[in-house]
């Protein structure tokens, strides 16, 4: 949720908003979300993983419907999309199909790392909510980040070895130091 600002959406009742879309065009959408914006320095982390060949999922509660058509301009094709599915009938949304909860969100993270034939030491998990913890204790604790509102709960209840509540330029740092780190360790 920390990805995009706007309190419409990140609030945590954003399933709940679905229910005042029932009977909209699914490419109204568009229209609805347009105002969104990524948070700032989001994108170049993204972009960093592309060129670094990692591949990257986003998973959470927010619909991967809409998720997905935030992203459209940027074309990525490094990153994949998981969430809450949207119920569509004749093109109209019609409800929450399915909500992403932390065993949900577990699930599909599992399914993807084994897609991807990637093993956890490889992977980052980044977290922003409570919902996260099962996420985040996928991968190595070294390898556990916890971002925006959440971070600094995670970081005390030891979730995570590094909380960040500020910018994304300080995460990406974070993320390329100890990817080398890694890379080096790895072949040394």
């Known amino acids: 949720p920390t990805l995009f600002r706007s309190d419409a959406w990140v609030e945590a009742g954003v399933l709940d908003k679905i229910g005042a879309m029932a009977g909209c065009p699914l490419d ?5 979300l347009r105002g969104l914006a ?59 199909e399915t909500v992403c909860t932390p065993s949900r969100k577990r699930e599909q993270v599992a399914g993807w790392m084994a897609h991807h034939g990637l093993d956890a030491a490889q992977c980052w998990a980044i977290g922003d909510a409570s919902g996260d913890r099962d996420m985040l204790r996928m991968v190595p604790w070294p390898n556990r980040v ?11 209840r030891q979730a995570t070895p590094v909380a960040f509540t500020g910018g994304m330029e300080a995460l990406l740092r974070h993320v390329q130091a100890r990817t080398h780190v890694a890379v080096h360790d790895n072949f040394s």
Do not use: K, N
């Not at 935030?70 to 093109?91: C, F, K, M, N, Q």
């Not at 971002?147 to 005390?156: D, I, P």
């Open 28 to 32: 109204a959408a568009d229209t609805i």
């Open 38 to 96: 990524l948070t700032p320095g989001f994108a170049d982390l993204v972009d960093w993983c592309g060129r670094e060949h990692m591949p990257v999922l986003l998973c959470g509660p927010v619909p991967r419907q809409f998720t997905e058509l935030l992203l459209r301009p940027y074309r990525w094709t490094h990153v994949r999309v998981a969430g809450s599915e949207l119920r569509i009938a004749d093109g109209r949304i019609a409800g929450v």
């Open 146 to 156: 916890s971002f925006g509102v959440g971070a600094m709960e995670a970081l005390e």
